[in-house]
């Protein structure tokens, strides 16, 4: 049996995709320690595996640790230097102390194999300094270069024909050696603070291990890419268990009126409800429909909608995996997660984000016909409830995500990643994908 440490950022959309990992390695007999937020021991412990604290650094999970001024640096920037924000502050720094606090882990715990979430740099150092193999798990749209796609973060469409490599070449040269090169460079400084060298990779380059990339989508989600990194794999969607304690609201009954149900949500990131929850019960207020809203934890009081909408059943969380059976249109800002746990229900979505990666999955969910994507953060209720109308009167979304969920149904999803992940343990060498080795 091998020893596998993981490491994810402290927050859930980075820790959910590994949970179910986790605990079928602990299942099979490996051994499991979980570097993360102090706030998602209970998730981690109920995998089996041991959880570790982050001791240095911020911790998403305990507000007392994120500096006030780097929150208002964060607040300030829209688009891409908000993007640019998150690389260098949120996850490039952030390297910095999951090495020292890994390093010291590794006394404890002697690994074989580090896995961590594509944003957590620190494990790839790690690797660096130990010489142990490590995998990534993805918890996004795929980030990498290629010569069929535009740079990661502009939401544009794939173009593989002459002309549009031509465009991808030159948005990519333009990206790496304009728009991204300050976030380049502080890579390399923070590498050298650590004592390591200076490489003068991009970030999402640095993000790929060269041993295993386990890519928690199937290939119909994603851009077909003809230089596709061998040791990429589409492992199909990883849904969190059920939670074993769900209690049905008390209106759970009004899902079975006839009435088209109608599910919005923003996360728990993005959670300005004047964005897309409040805009989204205004349009529907008035339709033969029943929408239901989770609020990410807010209170619902803050929605400051009075009176509430007849139609309209509001709750801080609910579980996805007991609602979205139910539903027939998820409206959402795209969360990766939640995006792929509705495929998986064949739920069609009306899509509104641009915060974070979310413009990339926005414009996949419009690419394989399984939604519509707004194009915005803050829609209008107008356009939200022509979208919502549309996908109900257009029979070519609920197929497309049907065929979506059928090729999900096909992936053992747990299956496949641990089989992955325990060949790399005993091989401690690059686990490649024979067909993207045709493809280059």
Same mark, same amino acid.
């Given at each position: ?67 006030a001024q780097w929150l208002a640096r964060k607040d300030a920037l829209k688009g ?208 033969? *429909?029943? %929408?239901? /809203?989770?609020?990410? $934890? ?5 929605? &400051?909608?009075? !009176? #509430? ?20 249109? *998820?409206? %959402?800002? /795209?969360?990766?997660? $939640? ?5 998986? &229900?064949?739920? !069609? #979505? ?61 992936y053992n999803s747990l299956v496949i990643a641990v089989e992955l992940l325990e ?18």
């Open positions: 049996m091998a020893r596998f440490l993981i490491g994810t950022i402290a927050a859930a959309g980075h820790v959910n995709p590994a949970l179910p990992i986790a605990r079928q390695l602990v299942q099979q007999g490996h051994e499991v320690w979980w570097y993360t937020g102090a706030g998602l021991k209970e998730k981690v412990e109920a995998t089996g595996s041991r959880h570790v604290p982050i001791c240095r650094g911020i911790d998403f999970t305990l507000p007392e640790t994120i500096p891409v230097a908000q993007f640019k924000f998150y690389l260098k502050h949120g996850f490039i720094d952030a390297a910095a102390t999951q090495l020292e606090d890994l390093t010291d882990i590794l006394q404890e715990f002697p690994a074989d194999v580090l896995l961590c979430d594509v944003f957590f740099l620190g494990m790839s150092w790690l690797s660096e300094k130990t010489g142990l193999p490590w995998a990534a798990f993805g918890m996004s749209a795929l980030p990498f270069r290629s010569r069929d796609t535009a740079p990661f973060g502009l939401g544009l469409l794939p173009n593989d024909s002459p002309l549009g490599r031509v465009r991808n070449r030159a948005l990519n040269w333009f990206s790496t050696n304009v728009l991204m090169r300050d976030v380049t460079v502080h890579l390399d400084n923070v590498r050298q603070s650590v004592r390591l060298s200076t490489k003068g990779q991009d970030f999402f380059s640095a993000a790929l291990s060269p041993f295993l990339y386990l890519q928690g989508t199937t290939p119909s989600f994603e851009y077909p890419r003809s230089d596709l990194p061998p040791q990429v794999h589409f492992i199909g969607t990883l849904i969190p268990p059920a939670p074993p304690d769900f209690t049905p609201p008390i209106w759970w009954k009004d899902l079975n009126t006839g009435q088209p149900v109608i599910f919005v949500t923003q996360g728990t990131i993005a959670t300005k409800t004047t964005d897309l929850l409040v805009p989204t019960i205004q349009a529907l207020a008035d339709e033969e *429909m029943l %929408t239901i /809203a989770t609020t990410g $934890g807010q209170p619902i009081e803050a929605l &400051n909608l009075n !009176p #509430m909408p007849a139609n309209t059943r509001i709750e801080p969380f609910i579980s996805y995996t007991h609602l979205l059976p139910q539903v027939d249109v *998820m409206v %959402t800002n /795209a969360g990766f997660n $939640g995006v792929q746990t509705a495929l998986a &229900n064949g739920v !069609p #979505m009306v899509t509104a984000g641009q915060t974070e990666e979310k413009p990339e999955i926005c414009a996949r969910v419009e690419w394989s016909g399984t939604g519509i994507n707004l194009k915005t953060n803050t829609p209008t209720p107008a356009r939200i409830r022509d979208a919502v109308k549309t996908i109900l009167a257009s029979p070519s979304y609920k197929q497309k995500v049907q065929q979506m969920k059928q090729e999900i149904q096909r060949k790399l343990a005993a091989t401690k060498q690059p686990v490649l994908n024979q067909s993207a080795l045709r493809l280059l």
